[in-house]
């Protein structure tokens, strides 16, 4: 498993969450602050190197990849801003968002959520 730490980049967060999880094949988990990336397979490892390029490209498609490096310790990437800078735009989806630590099913709704986990324990 895969952490990725999106503190400077909080309102593209959930749009990069959904890029590099479709590059690399991996089920996403949201988080306040972060996303986790695993694999379908136990017996799989994910890339990390692909998941570094992912985000470089992403960055680069919104015209931020001069602003921000990618940096890799162990298994958590961190995207953190060379200039000490954020951005700073209006995010979408503002609302806070639910996501299944099983299989990264994200909702906005907590009773959905609650009702989903259930189903993992049948």
Request: glycine residues 4%; aromatic residues 8%; proline residues 2%.
């Amino acid at each position: 498993m895969l952490t990725v730490d999106c503190k400077d980049i909080l309102p593209i967060q959930r749009e990069l969450l959904i890029y590099v999880s479709d590059q690399v094949a991996a089920i996403p988990t949201l988080k306040n602050h972060q996303f986790t990336l695993s694999t379908f397979d136990d017996h799989e490892k994910i890339e990390i190197d692909v998941v570094i390029t992912s985000i470089k490209e992403f960055l680069d498609s919104i015209g931020e990849g001069h602003n921000f490096a990618v940096i890799c310790k162990d298994d958590t990437i961190t995207v953190s801003s060379v200039n000490g800078k954020t951005i700073e735009r209006e995010s979408p989806m503002t609302q806070e968002m639910f996501s299944c630590t099983h299989c990264g099913f994200v909702t906005r709704y907590q009773v959905e959520m609650t009702t989903h986990m259930r189903m993992h324990y049948l």
